[in-house]
């Protein structure tokens, strides 16, 4: 807390320094998108080390034990390589978890070593430690570039790469594949396709899987998740849908070269104008017609939209996390009239750039930025409130500026895994959440004689 009061204002230009950065790690994602498939246990070849912090870091997030295996790196694997490592862990994996999948992604010792992540597959299938019917595949994901996101892109990539099968007999099925969201998103956007009618396979679905009941048993392998023989199917389906061009647009480019399925790339739908787009993608591709229950749940966001204006008009705003959410809420906040003045992302990339000046122009915006810069910024020109991950707390507090904790990772509070935030009903959790902020601090801040009951 005390180096946060030390921020100065005066902003000088860093090439080779990095302070608080605004991201984390591939192999997080490559962990969490993993998890979306039933019946899989993510395994981590590197060290112990990585992998604890991989696991504790989503275990925060959600308060739940998350499960994953490691290749237990030491000192001889990096010198040697980590085949043995690897070999030994399929055989411990399969006679003591019996998981459907193993996902394996690589770490930066791996990948500096230059493990050959197939051949050690290959090896492993041909002197039968991989079970009959029992599927192994890898994702690289080495942490010296990239995040957490592309972390979870490599790994939704690779799903369809070894996944994804292709027969002669089509079938009529949307593809869905969802960027980075909470499984309250996932199960949100699997309401919103059954409301329309519109058949569909969805991977990674996390749905059942971070959310889980407490039942008093302990289940290895939870309910939810994409099944396998569900995922196969998405080469033969009529139409793909990426939601988030960062996390998800490469594995919907990989289902469009590999198995020639049309596809549609859309940013995630979060907000109005996002979810439209959404659902009129749906609408015209399908040649449906949008039910009734739907137009319903946009009717309530947009009288709650122009019900309250008065509060989010004009308010400035300060933004930091990952490229998808980012986009999606700039646009957002526009739609209800505040100003976002400061983005920062940690994770680099053409979308972020060119959407963000898009949703926003007058914004500064800094792509493969740090929260150090975020915190000038909002010294520099104050905001009225700040959006981001937990970490933005301090930044917060020392600028008492009202904090709606949004992204990942979110250590500090709960609910973000039950309430969704994509569609016209989380867009409606996105305004009350924002507008409690505000009125609150109207509440805290205003003379005595203006305090006023109605608001
Ligand atoms: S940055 Fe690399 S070494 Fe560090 S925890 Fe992540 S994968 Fe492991």
Redesign the pocket.
């Given at each position: 807390m005390t180096l946060f009061r030390h921020t100065p204002t005066e902003i000088k230009e860093r090439s080779a320094l990095v302070i608080n950065p605004a991201k984390?790690?591939?192999?997080?994602g490559a962990m969490y998108a993993a998890l979306g498939i039933h019946g899989c246990l993510p395994h981590?070849h590197?060290?112990q080390?990585?992998c604890a912090?991989?696991r504790s870091t989503l275990t925060r997030h959600y308060k739940d034990p998350v499960m994953a295996s490691t290749s237990s790196f030491t000192e001889g694997s990096a010198v040697f390589g980590g085949q043995a490592n690897l070999l030994q862990s399929l055989q411990t994996i399969f006679a003591v978890y019996d998981p459907k999948v193993v996902a394996i992604h690589t770490?930066?010792?791996s990948e500096t070593i230059g493990d050959d992540v197939p051949q050690i597959t290959k090896k492993a299938l041909d002197e039968g430690m991989i079970p009959e019917g029992r599927i192994v595949f890898h994702a690289n994901?080495?942490?010296?570039q990239g995040t957490h996101v592309t972390g979870y892109a490599n790994m939704v990539t690779a799903m369809v790469s070894r996944l994804v099968k292709k027969t002669d007999v089509p079938n009529d099925k949307a593809v869905i594949l969802p960027g980075w969201v909470e499984p309250a998103d996932m199960k949100e956007i699997k309401r919103i396709l059954s409301i329309l009618g519109i058949p569909f396979v969805m991977f990674p679905d996390t749905d059942g899987v971070y959310d889980a009941p407490m039942t008093g048993k302990h289940v290895f392998y939870p309910k939810g998740g994409a099944k396998v023989e569900d995922i196969a199917t998405a080469g033969d389906a009529k139409h793909g849908f990426s939601l988030g061009v960062t996390g998800a647009q490469p594995a919907l480019d990989e289902l469009q070269t590999k198995f020639k399925v049309p596809g549609t790339s859309l940013d995630l739908p979060i907000g109005l104008a996002a979810t439209d787009r959404f659902v009129d993608a749906l609408r015209t591709t399908f040649g449906i017609a949008v039910p009734e229950e739907i137009e319903d749940e946009r009717g309530q966001l947009v009288d709650m939209l122009s019900d309250m204006e008065q509060y989010f008009w004009g308010r400035k705003v300060a933004i930091f996390g990952d490229p998808d959410q980012l986009v999606a809420l700039t646009e957002f906040l526009g739609t209800m009239g505040m100003n976002v003045r400061h983005i920062v992302t940690g994770t680099e990339g053409g979308y972020a750039t060119t959407r963000l000046a898009e949703v926003n122009p007058e914004a500064n915006i800094k792509v493969g930025g740090d929260m150090f810069l975020l915190h000038q910024w909002m010294k520099n020109e104050p905001v009225d409130l700040l959006i981001g991950n937990t970490y933005g707390k301090y930044i917060a507090r020392d600028e008492d500026v009202p904090f709606l904790r949004f992204g990942f990772p979110i250590m500090d509070r709960q609910g973000h895994q039950f309430f969704p935030t994509v569609g016209y009903k989380g867009g409606l959790r996105l305004l009350e959440k924002i507008l409690d902020l505000l009125m609150g601090r109207i509440d805290r801040d205003c003379a005595e004689n203006k305090m006023e009951l109605q608001m």
């Open positions: 984390t790690c591939q192999p997080i981590s590197g060290s080390g990585c912090y991989h770490t930066c010792l994901t080495p942490s010296y």
